[in-house]
C-alpha cells in the first residue's frame, strides 16, 4: 500500500477511537446486544433503532482496543439509514476486506472509510477486534439474543 494511503487510514482509525461517533447507551433502542472478544478484551453492548427494514439509528457503549472501537465507531455511521439487506451487503464486503479477499487500495473509492481497516488483514489476531462490532450488529439485525463471541 502506498505510504500516503496509509499514514490517511492510520489517521481515520486515531480519530474514530479518539472521537467514537454515536458512543452512548440508547434507552429508546428497538434491541441490544452484547459482543465479546475474549482475544483481546473489546466488550461492546450495540443498540439499534429501525424503522421497519431501515436502521434508523444504531449507538455503542463498552470498552476495548482502538481498531475495535474505531471499527464500531465507523460501522455505525456508515450504516445509519441503511436497510437491513444493505448492512448485510457491508458485512459481506467488509468480511472479505479484512480477511485480505477484497483488496483495499484498489477498491478504495466504493469502501470509502471502510478502507481503513484492510491493514488488519496482515495481523490475524486483529481481524477479531476489527470483525467484533460487525458480527454483533449483523447478530442484532438478525434478531439474535444471545451474546456474540469471537471465540
Ligand atoms: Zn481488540
Known amino acids: 500500500m502506498n505510504p500516503e494511503l496509509k499514514s ?9 477511537n479518539r ?13 441490544s446486544l452484547e459482543g465479546f472478544n475474549p482475544l483481546c478484551g473489546d466488550r ?13 439509528d444504531v449507538a455503542f457503549k463498552g470498552s476495548g482496543c482502538a481498531i475495535s472501537k ?3 465507531s465507523v460501522m455505525g455511521a456508515l450504516l445509519k439509514g441503511k436497510t437491513k439487506s444493505e448492512a448485510d451487503a457491508m458485512f459481506t464486503q467488509f468480511h472479505e476486506l479484512v480477511t485480505g479477499k477484497l ?16 491493514g488488519v488483514s496482515e ?11 460487525w458480527h454483533t450488529m449483523h447478530g442484532l439485525l438478525g434478531s439474535q439474543r444471545e451474546p456474540v463471541s469471537t471465540e
Not at 472521537?19 to 433502542?29: E, G, I, K, Q, S
Request: proline residues 5%; hydrophobic residues 45%; aromatic residues 10%.
Open 8 to 16: 490517511l487510514y492510520q489517521e481515520v482509525i486515531l480519530d474514530h
Open 19 to 31: 472521537n467514537p461517533r454515536n458512543f452512548r447507551r440508547m434507552d429508546d433502542a428497538d434491541a
Open 44 to 56: 461492546y453492548t450495540f443498540f439499534v433503532k429501525m424503522d421497519g427494514e431501515r436502521i434508523v
Open 70 to 72: 474505531a471499527s464500531a
Open 103 to 118: 483488496d483495499a487500495e484498489a477498491h478504495a473509492d466504493a469502501l470509502g472509510k471502510l478502507a481503513a481497516f484492510g
Open 123 to 133: 495481523f490475524p489476531a486483529r481481524v477479531k477486534c476489527a470483525s467484533l462490532p
